[in-house]
């Protein structure tokens, strides 16, 4: 399965263009700038016109309309909104986590993990800041999923491996708002 990363596009969606072809589109939030109605709107309404037979969003501190959301209503099916929720695609376990839940609550045989903020000390350092979640980072640890996908960190884009994980930052934006980094393809074997 190919999967398309992106994050923090702050309302610039519509000036990526070319983007390859794969099986899944996965945005980590923040897609929104002011966090509007019609910003989110906007979004959606691109979003789900992009030609990827699966599409998986969450939200992130600056998408504010969404946070209490609980769903969204009338998605396309292959449209899907984790908040705090997974689904799976052909046989991969995705979930999704709500921007500043409270709770870490991620089940125990999640596959890929989405969020907005990421793990403390992972690829979580902006403008001279770790921007990283201390209680995601030990869930996290605990579950172990194969994947765990996100952005928020805008400079600390990139993605590693430590524990047998995957940890990848998505961020196409950098710290002044400029288009710099590139979606990020994941293959999962």
């Known amino acids: 399965m190919k999967i398309l990363q992106i994050s923090d ?3 610039r969606h519509l000036k990526l263009k070319n983007f390859p072809k794969a099986d899944v589109i996965v945005h980590c939030g923040d897609f929104a700038d002011n966090g509007t109605e019609g910003e989110v709107l906007d979004f959606l309404n691109w979003f789900m016109m ?9 939200t992130g501190n600056h998408d504010l309309c969404l946070w209490d959301a609980t769903g969204i209503e009338d998605l396309p099916d292959n449209m899907h909104f984790l908040q705090d929720c997974g689904c799976e695609i052909n046989g991969v376990k995705f979930f999704g986590l709500a921007y500043n839940h409270p709770e ?5 045989d999640v596959d890929v993990l989405v969020t907005h903020e990421p793990p403390i000390m992972i690829l979580d350092q902006s403008a001279g800041i770790h921007w990283g979640n201390a209680p995601l980072y030990n869930r996290v640890m605990e579950v172990k999923p ?3 996908l996100f952005g928020h960190a805008h400079e600390g884009n990139g993605i590693m491996e430590q524990d047998g994980i ?6 196409l934006l950098d710290d002044v708002m400029n288009m710099r980094y590139e979606p990020r393809m994941i293959e999962i074997q």
């Open 166 to 171: 995957v940890f990848s930052n998505g961020a």
């Open 9 to 11: 596009t702050h309302s």
């Open 104 to 108: 870490i609550l991620i089940p125990e």
């Open 50 to 58: 992009l030609p990827y037979p699966q599409k998986i969003f969450v």
């Open 146 to 148: 194969r994947y765990h």
